[in-house]
């Protein structure tokens, strides 16, 4: 109950603080939707603008887990202004910061959704989603692509987790060990879901196969 009434207090909050921040974005007030953002960020969370933007997403999650357990409602909401300050660079003209606090948020969002992607204080899938189409014009950093290509397929995205399995064996940041598993877990799952993911039985037996050819000419080649 404590817990429940405690998200809701959040929610409530963060709802009338982001209502004046459109409030002041319409008005090109961005200097003071800024403030607004860091106040809620300072208040609720004792993190100031300076350390959200030294930490790293790794170390703010560390921040918010007590006994291995994290704090998601605190998570999502944090990652939910990070994406408001991003917004609110782009309209300035900062593309770095906007794509800094861009990329931060979705990794918040990514790494607590893998843990749990149900929604405390913010829709996880629904930001993750937004998220990606702001940051649609950036070649993404392999740690991104790593965490996105977990989230597809924990989602059920089979085809999306695929394609971004082969961005990172193209660029060499994946082995091909790590890419056979990916197929071993998929040749695990339901046909009838696999299909729904946008890949057939077919399509996953003959990637594995294809992934085990090249592993042999790798060999032979040594």
């Known amino acids: 109950m404590f817990q429940r009434d405690y998200f809701m207090r959040m929610i409530g909050q963060m709802t009338q603080a982001l209502g004046q921040v459109m409030g002041m974005r319409d008005r090109k007030e961005h200097l003071q939707a800024l403030a607004i953002v860091d106040e809620l960020l300072d208040r609720e969370f004792r993190l100031n603008s300076r350390l959200v933007d030294t930490l790293t997403d790794q ?50 969002f ?51 987790a695929e394609n971004l399995l082969h961005e990172l064996l193209e660029d060499g940041l994946l082995t091909h060990p790590e890419a056979e598993r990916f197929y071993d877990r998929l040749l695990d799952v339901p046909e009838e879901r696999l299909e729904r993911g946008g890949l057939s039985l077919s399509e996953v037996r003959e990637a594995r196969e294809d992934l085990r050819r090249q592993g042999v000419q790798s060999s032979d080649i040594r």
């Open 59 to 108: 170390e703010l999650v560390g921040m918010l887990t007590t006994a291995g357990v994290i704090d998601h409602g605190s998570l999502q909401a944090i990652a939910r202004l990070l994406r408001e300050k991003g917004e609110i660079y782009a309209e300035r003209g900062e593309t770095e910061a906007s794509y800094a606090a861009h990329l931060k948020a979705l990794h918040l």
């Open 110 to 160: 990514l790494r607590g959704g893998l843990v749990d992607p149900e929604p405390a204080t913010a829709e996880p899938a629904l930001e993750i989603a937004r998220l990606q189409e702001l940051l649609d014009a950036y070649e993404l950093p392999e740690e991104t692509k790593r965490l996105l290509m977990a989230w597809q397929e924990q989602e059920g995205r089979f085809d999306l």
